[in-house]
């Protein structure tokens, strides 16, 4: 990288930084186990049919999951799950077990993990997988949705989450 794309580098992740983001819990399953991320890219993109979409790094261990056909779930993430989210998005955490201690149920469209503490889900099933840049758009046909326990929400902005009542 020269040092002017380093800087714009800079420039736009500080910028993106300010923009509040949502957090939710991305959930797929691969050789039998769960594997999460926690992620602010979740995005409706259409109602008729249902249809999300996600944004993961391609070499994120979830990225390596969720081609075309496999099935995930997105857990929005409620007021007062600061700490689950914040073990679920610690670097290097182990491949094996990443619920253990995580209160969380199974969709029965997907099979993926939908955690406790959430104010709304969905499940998908991959429909397009498009690279962009360092980045996978992962867009999924919505299978089946619902609400949480949690009434408010949990918002990222400047590298802090905080509630939102
Ligand atoms: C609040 C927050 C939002 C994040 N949003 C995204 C996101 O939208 N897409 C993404 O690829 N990673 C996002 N990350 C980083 C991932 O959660 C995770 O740290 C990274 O993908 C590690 O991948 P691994 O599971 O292979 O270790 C976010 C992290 C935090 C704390």
Known sequence: MTDESE???????????RLPGGVAVLAGRAGGRDVVSVVTSLVSVSLDP??????VHGASRLGETLDVGSRWAATVMGAGSAPAVTWLAEPGRPDLGQLRGVDHDRGETSGAALLAGGTAW???VTEQVHEAGDHLVVVGRVTQAGR??????????LGRVRDLP
């Open 148 to 157: 949480g326990s949690a009434d408010g929400a949990l918002v990222h902005r």
């Open 122 to 124: 969905i499940e998908c």
């Open 50 to 55: 249902p249809m999300a979409l996600v944004v």
């Open 7 to 17: 800087d714009l580098t800079r420039r736009y992740r500080a910028a993106m930084a």
